[in-house]
């Protein structure tokens, strides 16, 4: 196992009757990386992540934690992460703090180390003000906080989210990043699932596009997108009998003649670059141009070209 890889998940598989939920699937997340397990509902990811931190049984496949197989070394390696989400288990009726109490003491820290490490959490996320509030008075965005805290009380270097975000507002969502890209900036390694396209982009360095319980795409947000083309152009010519000229000077470029409506005119640019040497000979040609519009394309056009578009 190498040293970078905090997980090393091999031909992982997982059937629910003829349901094939997760499908020989293979990855690694390394050390410091926020690892982003990215597909529509039903595709997988949950029970890719239970699998992982050993609350279910893979029929298949090894997962090895810091280089821990969780099949003959489950307990070291279940204390080595934290983990937080959907099954999250806080007791709805006592306070924010009695719930952190708690779980300090089943985690094994004395009274006074659980005392004091339930008032850091409280305080390193803004809980201090509702700690001694029943968690039934408590807001979706302070529930998810809380239920963080709690995953975090034994300092694990190793933290899985389960849709750490969803149905929260913006505004609380946002709080959220910053609260996870802190944890990530002091050092630890996220493992997040999310059906969220814009959370995958603003918080992952690599994702897992996971559909049918396949895995049907890895890479960098940056790599995703590229692979469903690049930038596009367009832009009107001003004076329909230009239109030809301008394609005259398209096709010079290696850009093709473009897709032509009306006297609107678009090109995919294999490099950003090419835009300026474009422009450039418009200019020369003597095509007067309007309406420019340069688009990147975004994470939603490459997880549509990679789910639903292969199905
Ligand atoms: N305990 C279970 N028993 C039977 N089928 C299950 C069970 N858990 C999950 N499944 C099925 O396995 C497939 C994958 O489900 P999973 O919850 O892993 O998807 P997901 O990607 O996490 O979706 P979501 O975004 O909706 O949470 C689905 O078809 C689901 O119905």
New binding site residues.
């Given amino acids: 196992m190498s040293q970078e890889n905090a997980i090393e998940v091999r031909h992982l598989t997982k059937r629910?009757?003829t349901?094939l939920?997760?499908a020989d699937v293979s990855f690694d997340v390394h050390q410091g990386e926020v690892f982003g397990l990215l597909?529509?509902?039903?595709?997988?990811?949950?029970?890719?992540l239970r699998m992982i931190t050993t609350l279910l049984k893979p029929d298949a496949g090894q997962v090895k934690i810091f280089g821990h197989d969780t099949a003959t070394e489950g307990r070291l390696a279940r204390s080595l992460f934290g983990l937080t989400g959907?099954y999250a288990s806080v007791d709805e009726d006592i306070s924010a703090r009695e719930n952190l109490m708690i779980f300090a003491r089943l985690n094994g820290l004395s009274r006074a180390d659980a005392k004091a490490r339930t008032a850091e959490l409280l305080a390193e996320f803004s809980l201090e003000h509702s700690a001694d509030k029943a968690l039934k008075h408590f807001s979706g965005g302070m529930r998810r906080r809380l239920d963080l805290a709690v995953s975090l009380i034994t300092r694990p270097a190793l933290i899985f989210l389960d849709?750490p975000t969803t149905g929260l507002d913006p505004r609380t969502r946002t709080q959220m990043w910053t609260t996870i890209r802190g944890l990530v900036a002091q050092g630890s390694t996220i493992v997040l699932?999310t059906?969220y396209l814009e959370e995958a982009d603003q918080l992952a360095d690599r994702l897992a596009v996971?559909d049918h319980?396949k895995l049907v795409k890895m890479g960098t947000p940056a790599e995703l997108k590229r692979q469903v083309g690049g930038t596009v152009l367009t832009f009107t010519v001003n004076q329909a009998e230009q239109v030809k000229a301008a394609q005259t000077v398209l096709a010079q470029q290696g850009v093709g003649t473009g897709q032509l409506t009306g006297s609107q005119l678009s090109v995919t640019l294999a490099r950003p670059a090419q835009l300026t040497s474009i422009l450039e000979k418009l200019a020369q040609a003597q095509v007067a141009i309007s309406h420019l519009t340069v688009n990147e394309p975004s994470l939603d056009d490459a997880f549509m070209a990679l789910t639903v578009g292969q199905n």
Wanted: glycine share 24%.
């Fill in positions: 629910f009757g349901n939920a997760v597909g529509p509902n039903g595709a997988g990811k949950t029970t890719t959907q849709e699932t059906q996971i319980g």
